[in-house]
Each structure stands twice: as C-alpha cells, then as structure tokens.
C-alpha cells in the first residue's frame, strides 16, 4: 500500500497541470498520483495518459463526465489506495524538500504502526506577479507530537483549509463517507469541514508543503469571480450550517467550538461579498443567510450575531458597509487570499 494518494483534479488544464504533476513525482514510489480529467475538451486528457504510460508504478488516470471541482476529489478519494490522502489542484504544486519530509514523516509512522487521522502543513499563497510570497503557517499548534482538538489554539482569522490538510483516507471513506456536490464552486469547505467529526487525532508539521498558485482572473476565489457565483457560496454556506446543526449534539467541545469558527469565518466572508456587491437583492440574500442559522440553531445564531463579525456585517447602511468591506481588506492584507 502507498504511503500517500494525491488526488489531482483536472478541468481543461493543459497549460498548468505538467508543473503540477512533475512536482509530485518526486515523491516515487511511496505515492500514487490519481489524475482525475473531469470531461475536458483541451489536451489534459492525452497529457494525463502520457503520464500514466511513462509512470504506470506512480500515476493513474480517471476519464469522467464533467461534474466539476467537487464530483472530481470525490471520484479521486475513493479511488485512492494510499493510507493518507492529498488533493492537488492542478495549477498548483508541492514543494519537493516538503514533500520529503512529509513522506519521511508518513514511512515512520507505517513502520511505528502510528497513525493520526490528519496531517496539517504551511501553504503558501503563490500569488501572481507579487515579488513576496505569504507563508500561511500553524506554529501555534503543538508540534513533535499528535494532538487533540483540546489542543487546537488558531489566531483569529486563521483556519485549516484543503491545501494545509493530508486526511487519513479511512476518515474519508469508511466515516465520513464524503460526497462533494456536483457542478459546484467552493466545495472545498465542504471537504474540509465535513470529515471534522472524525477526526480525533491530529499532527502539525511545520513545512511549507503547498503552493497555492492564485490571482488568475478567471479563478473561482477572484473576488468578481465569487460575486458572480454567490448564489454557490451561499449554498456551500448554508450546507456547512445544516451540517453543523445537526453533529454538534455529538462532538466534543473543543471541535464544536472550532468548526463554529470556521462556520463564522466562512458566513462572514458571503455577508461581506454581498455587502460588496450593496444591491436590494444581495442584501436580501445576506438576511436570508442569518435566518438559515437562526432557522437551524437558535443559540448559535446568537453567538455569531453578536460577535464582533456579526455586528459588522448585519450593521445596515452606508457606515455600517463601509465598516465591513474595510474589515474584510485588513483580513486580505493579513492572510493574503484574494
């Protein structure tokens, strides 16, 4: 069995994906490399099976039917071998002296019959034409040893995303039994959050692992891109509300308490887009949202609502808009998303 699967969904990526796929194989035969070309019309397919006949020990290919972001890390993870899973977006990449580690990390953990249910690792967004590139790091976890949810200590702002996590593929798979929707944008919340319950035994390793190439214009997380697919963020949105509802019965404290942050974070960043956007119908659309966590949780809602990002976002007019769109750019200077 491989050490570790990376998962790389692939959309009409012929002009990214061979710099993605070159930096994984470096990770030999301790990884599988699963290309997943998701119907595209370009030559990602042709390129995907070169891959596959020159490396046939490392890279295996899946041809699907378009079904976008979400039907493609699906088709990928359980299609996965390897104890560990990693996915990979195809104009990104890993770093090699990282992913060394990582590996290393993962091959004494087999031979020590030690496992943690995720690994976490720095990413960096690699941002297009900016001469410093941002570290996104963890160092307020524990580190050398696995922990627990109680240990968790983030900065505010500051949550686990897909490309700082490797999931034990059980966690996936066995428990979870992860689904990501089809024909959808920003499900990768949704793979982030929904395993979380499953998730008993963490690791942090202190590398920069993953290159998180972004500010292409027609990349989903551009923020034109997002207004014009709000009606997708919101669902993204609104499922992670019904999802919490309904296991935070059955979770321990300290994870209730950090999948509710994520949960902020995350309803901050759409009431903030719909602020941006300031017409009757995004306003609408930001009230709806808040009734959503109401509607499902009374108690939650008045914990975010009267939290310091609630105020900002649900405070109405031209003051209260400026606050929050002024808010959100001081969190973009921070942490370096678009």
Sequence with gaps: MKDLSIIVPCYNAENYMERCINSLLIGGSQVEIIIVDDGSSDRTGEIADYYAQKFSDIVRVIHQQNGGHGAAVTAGVYAATGTYVKVVDSDDWLDAKALDDVLTLLYRWRRNGIKADCLITNYIYDKVNARHKKVMGYQTLPQDRIFSWEDVRLSIGKYLIMHSLIYRRAV?????????PHHKYYVDNLYVYEPLPYVQTLYYLDVNLYHYFIGRDDQSVNERVMLQRIDEQLFVNKRMIDYYSRVVGSIDRALGQYMERYLEIITTISSVLLLKENSPQSIRLRDDLWHTIYAADEQLYERLRSGVFGKVVNTNGRIGRQVAIGTY??????????
Excluded: S, T
């Excluded at 996936?172 to 990501?180: R, T």
């Excluded at 750019?329 to 678009?338: D, E, H, M, S, V």
């Design 172 to 180: 996936l798979v066995d428990q979870a039994h992860l689904e990501l």
């Design 329 to 338: 750019k001081i969190a973009q200077r921070l942490y370096g998303f678009n």
